[in-house]
């Protein structure tokens, strides 16, 4: 569920902007992102890396994929994430320490999970050698 309302966060941003801000001018917006506001680039590839996985976030969609290519797709997660700390500091209206915040939270969690996967791999090689 969280990530579902990371998602609708990212759709409610992402049409504030379309809607609110450019008044749906999708040449305006090509404009904007690519000339003026180049940090727009990076939240709208974050918001396409989620959109897969908020579509396939269903049991239905785990049991078709099968278990190991749905967590595989859903690793896309981590490359979401970090372009969504890199949209929010170059968006460059906050100062930088709030930006840093984000990023070292976001790499303690990837440390974490690094650190977690390791000691799944050790437990289970050491469980196959016990059982040789």
Do not use: C
């Amino acid at each position: 569920m969280l990530g579902l309302f990371g998602f609708f966060y990212g759709f409610v941003h992402l049409a504030t902007y379309v809607w609110l801000d450019q008044y749906f001018d999708f040449g305006a917006i090509l404009k904007d992102m690519f000339l003026k506001r180049p940090f727009i680039i990076t939240g709208f590839i974050s918001f396409l890396l989620m959109i897969p996985l908020a579509i396939t976030s269903t049991n239905k969609w785990i049991g078709r994929l099968g278990g190991s290519r749905w967590q595989m797709l859903h690793r896309l997660i981590y490359f979401s994430t970090a372009s969504g700390v890199l949209h929010y500091y170059l968006r460059g209206k906050v100062e930088i320490g709030r930006a840093a915040a984000y990023a070292g939270l976001l790499a303690v969690l990837l440390a974490f999970r690094g650190w977690y996967a390791l000691q799944r791999r050790r437990s289970h090689s050491a469980a196959e050698m016990k059982a040789v």
